[in-house]
């Protein structure tokens, strides 16, 4: 099965889970000017982003991900394109525009390590609660 | 009958001849096209000091200390890690930075300070997973004795420009302009000046942050700013400019007539910015 690596700016590292997901897809991140106003991600920012760019083994395209990356499927004839996952509602309407250019290629959203995995939903009204709930496993203690 | 395929997209280099000459391509790459017909805003080629990658990340996790972290975090100058930028963008994972402030001290209680800094993080992302379009409206009523419509939905030109009048202020704005950083406790002066002394709405605030901070994430960002105006907590944060001095070191202006609107008691301050709200003993 063929696909691809969606790379975005939340995700910049190899260890990232997304690239052990698939270690032989190509990653790919999207770079658009119009995108980055949008999710306010000014000039300094963006140096940021790309010099951590140089540093993986993904290619660069210029354009949003939702016209780059049917282009690109449509030369390699993948099926399926892993994206990190993210909470940004600006991201998440860029995975729907792509998904929706794509209808027939599958999307998978794969989510970071998590920092803690509490035993229950913790409240999440103030942070203290939150603390309070989560600090053991926070800590490694018991040996997590 | 032959399909069409689409043409290939456009690859960006991944070799530059400097950091310079990446600066440039970017500026390039960020101009919109009505800027390209009439060529008016120079580029902006300030760049911060913080550089991308995970090499200059891990470089700096090694430099980590979370004991003299715990006891001089408040401080501009103390030992901050500088690590938010890389842990915004997923360059260091929470839990590797975790693990690896865990194996520096001698026990864990000695870097719980710093681990519960990491778990911030951790919160404000959960809170943005459970309602994502909640970050730009106020969670909670203003409780300043005023309402949302009391404060001005634009950001002044002098604020964005750092030419406000009050020195502490401008030197801090200009460290944000200059480095796209700035250190937290700053970042709380600089938005409770913004909504409480200038009574600007904190969304406002908050979106000139994102755009300029390179580790500005949606999240922590603007929940910090509701937290400062008040929609987000029991009540508004302010200071003085006692407060100031006792946190800054010798490059930021903290002479009382450079800092008039600042120079005065809690009280004085509470009177003079929240006039509507009763006393209520607070501070």
């Known amino acids: 099965m063929a696909g691809l690596i969606w790379i975005h700016e939340e995700a910049l590292r190899p260890s990232h889970p997304v690239f052990s997901s698939a270690p032989d897809f190509q990653a790919v991140f999207c770079w658009d000017a119009d995108y980055m106003r949008r999710a306010d991600i000014g000039q300094k920012r963006q140096l940021f982003i790309y010099e951590c760019l140089l540093e993986l083994d993904v290619e660069i395209y210029q354009g949003l991900a939702s016209e780059v990356l049917p282009a690109w499927a449509d030369q390699r004839a993948i099926t399926e394109i892993i994206v990190p996952d993210t909470p940004s509602p600006i991201l998440l309407a860029e995975f729907a525009a792509v998904q929706s250019a794509l209808p027939s290629i599958t999307l998978r959203r794969v989510a970071d390590h998590p920092f803690v995995t509490p035993t229950a939903d913790p409240d999440l009204g103030r942070f203290f609660r939150y603390w309070n709930k989560v600090r053991k496993p926070a800590m490694r203690h018991g040996g997590v | 009958m032959e399909k069409n395929l689409s043409p290939e997209p456009k690859r960006l280099p991944h070799e530059f001849a400097s950091r310079d000459a990446l600066i440039d391509f970017i500026a390039q790459l960020d101009k919109a ?201 029991n009540k508004p944060y302010f200071f003085n400019l006692d407060n100031v001095a006792r946190y800054v070191g010798p490059d930021i202006d903290i002479t009382p007539a450079a800092n008039a609107p600042l120079a005065h008691s809690y009280e004085r301050l509470e009177a003079l910015l929240f006039p509507n709200r009763a006393a209520d003993g607070e501070r």
Not at chain 2, 60 to 85: E, F, Q
Not at chain 2, 154 to 183: N, Q
């Open chain 2, 33 to 233: 096209p009505d800027d390209m017909a009439a060529g008016s805003h120079p580029p902006d080629r300030r760049a911060s000091p913080i550089i991308g990658g995970r090499q200059a990340a891990l470089a700096a996790l090694a430099k980590i200390d979370p004991v003299a972290y715990a006891s001089s975090r408040n401080h501009l100058n103390g030992a901050v890690t500088g690590l938010s930028a890389y842990i915004r963008h997923g360059v260091l994972s929470l839990g590797e930075v975790r693990d690896h402030a865990l194996s520096t001290v001698g026990t864990a209680k000695q870097a719980e300070k710093f681990i519960q800094e990491l778990a911030w993080r951790d919160y404000w992302q959960r809170l943005y997973a459970s309602a994502p379009d909640s970050i730009w409206t106020d969670v909670e009523a203003y409780k300043t004795g005023f309402s949302a419509d009391d404060y001005e939905n634009e950001l002044p030109e002098d604020i964005a420009a750092g030419k406000t009048g009050v020195a502490c202020i401008d030197g801090f704005i200009g460290m944000l302009l200059d480095t796209g950083y700035l250190h937290n406790h700053a970042r709380l002066y600089v938005a409770a000046y913004v909504v409480h002394w200038r009574r600007i709405k904190w969304q406002a605030g908050a979106r000139w942050f994102l755009q300029q901070l390179i580790d500005a994430d949606p999240a922590s960002n603007n929940l910090s700013w509701q937290w400062v105006a008040s929609t987000f907590s």
